[in-house]
């Protein structure tokens, strides 16, 4: 085969239903269900995965090569990354490489978060330096983006503009957990109660269950298959150090992301002006600003105004987070990594259950500090 | 609750007698923090604990109003903190006066004792 029909393309990408909780199912069960859902969207069999990054729950340890051996796989080659925008990069170099040829990406959460009186058990980090001061997740986040508010005397109005723009997006998606919730403006963001201090609930991710999951195989293999082959252009991952572990400043969360942005955009040979459709990780409203800046659209400080009049809304140049994000659509834990992926493959495919970005081609993918840039 | 390791011990065993500690590099005469096996700066493994001041000022805060779990009291302050040695910690801004921090001010430990094992290197606004 040559090096070019090596190439991978995603084939199949599927959510399951997302719900606040969804009684009855398992981590295992809806990871199960998005495999199902993303393989037949691909038109392939079980019997043609022989590579596999699954994480059902938060089995970081073995998730792969347990669900693996659930599913009933023979030997299968395995990613390392958590499903998602890396993962992506990583199961089609793995492709590429000729070391598998359909990898399935899978992950999916339900029956973890019960303890209400506490924070959801994936935003507890039990670090020996973090956990004794009371961090979780959207105090851990709301560090960088206070300092990033300070430095540039940003508002807090500009930055729940953000979030009244995710949150409406998914109003408008009939698949999102908080349809139907808006419309929000500013306002009603800055009218919710404060969590974590510049961010107020509306301005932070939700908790839900649910699974995706996302195949990829060779392009010469996608053309025999009934489905638009998406193509991976380019893509990589960035790390400061371990999560939860130090000072989390904004001139380290900055850091995120650039790396990889400019490796993303020089292997695809495309420039930032030709990407339609930003699926950026919307787990707390400034995350956004971040990633604009990350990725080169505009320079530190200037985020609050390039995001803002429409910029980032369907209809605008930049529209981000089509689905409504983790914001309205789901948050699992850790499978809403894999439902950016998802987003952005249905938007390249004209199929997104609302907020079609008319004629999308490419789509860029951010998730923390990992990138990949996906077109049809 | 911390549960320290041979690695962190001495930092733990010397707030519960009141010194903040960190590591320092007898070679490059750089600070170390959180705790590990070799100096971030030089690679050197000659990482030795000393003493340090107690003071800095904040670099960015948090009001936590929603508590990580039953056992914090909301409202709670949590910051990072730049010590005036040049290394930062995370840690909480307590004090009658904590709701009012803001970057850039100036703080100095407090301790505060949670447990027989346990005594927290906290910050406090300084006058």
């Known amino acids: 085969m040559s090096r070019a029909s090596r190439r991978a393309v995603i084939i199949g990408a599927s959510n399951t239903r997302q719900a606040r909780t969804l009684p009855g199912e398992t981590s295992g069960s809806v990871t199960l269900a998005a495999t199902r859902l993303a393989l037949g969207d691909a038109g392939l069999d079980l019997a043609d995965v022989d590579g596999l990054t699954a994480l059902p729950g938060l089995d970081y340890a073995s998730g792969s090569d347990a669900f693996g051996y659930a599913l009933g796989l023979p030997t299968f080659w395995t990613g390392r990354a958590v499903p998602g925008p890396a993962a992506v990069v990583e199961a089609a170099q793995a492709i590429e490489w000729g070391l598998c040829d359909t990898v399935l990406l899978a992950g999916g959460q339900a029956g973890l978060y019960t303890d209400r009186g506490s924070v959801a058990p994936w935003t507890r980090p039990s670090h020996e330096f973090i956990e004794c001061w009371g961090l979780m997740t959207p105090a851990e986040w709301a560090l960088s983006a206070r300092e990033y508010m300070h430095r540039y005397s940003v508002k807090p109005e500009r930055i729940a503009y953000i979030a009244s723009v995710i949150r409406n997006n998914g109003s408008r998606n009939p698949e999102a957990v908080y349809h139907g919730r808006g419309p929000f403006t500013p306002d009603d963001i800055l009218a919710s109660r404060m969590i974590a201090d510049p961010y107020h609930l509306l301005d932070c991710c939700t908790t839900s269950e649910g699974g995706s999951a996302v195949v990829l195989t060779t392009a010469e293999r996608a053309r025999d298959l009934d489905r638009t082959g998406v193509e991976v252009l380019g893509g990589g991952w960035d790390s400061w150090g371990p999560s939860y572990t130090h000072p989390p400043t904004y001139d380290r969360a900055a850091t995120w992301g650039r790396k990889a942005g400019a490796a993303a955009f020089a292997r695809a040979g495309i420039s930032r002006d030709d990407v339609d459709v930003f699926e950026f990780y919307d787990n707390f409203s400034w995350e956004i600003v971040r990633y604009f800046e990350a990725l080169g659209y505009c320079e530190a400080g200037e985020g609050p105004d390039f995001v803002a009049e429409g910029a980032i809304e369907v209809g605008g140049r930049y529209p981000v987070v089509t689905d409504g994000g983790t914001m309205s659509h789901s948050h699992t834990g850790e499978s809403q990594r894999l439902q950016r992926v998802v987003q952005a493959v249905r938007q390249l495919r004209g199929e997104s259950a609302a907020n079609q970005v008319p004629d999308a081609r490419v789509a860029v993918v951010t998730v923390v500090g990992e990138v990949v840039l996906l077109g049809v | ?127």
């Not at chain 2, 549960?3 to 009141?18: E, I």
């Not at chain 2, 750089?30 to 030089?42: A, D, K, M, N, T």
């Not at chain 2, 914090?72 to 006066?97: C, H, R």
């Not at chain 2, 009012?100 to 910050?123: H, I, M, Q």
């Open chain 2, 1 to 127: 609750m911390p549960r320290p390791s041979a690695l962190t011990r001495p930092f733990w065993d010397a707030c519960r007698v009141g010194r903040l500690t960190v590591q320092r590099c007898t070679r490059c005469q750089g600070y170390v923090f959180v705790p590990q096996e070799f100096c971030r700066h030089c690679r050197s493994t000659t990482l030795t604990w000393v003493e340090t001041a107690g003071t800095g000022r904040i670099v960015t805060y948090t009001v936590v109003w929603r508590p990580q779990t039953p056992a914090f009291t909301a409202p709670y302050v949590v910051a990072v903190v730049e010590l005036d040695e040049g290394y930062q910690m995370i840690s909480n801004i307590v004090g009658s006066d904590a709701a009012g921090a803001a970057v850039g001010d100036r703080v100095r430990v407090r301790f505060v004792r949670v447990s027989e094992a346990v005594t927290l290197p906290c910050f406090e606004l300084a006058a």
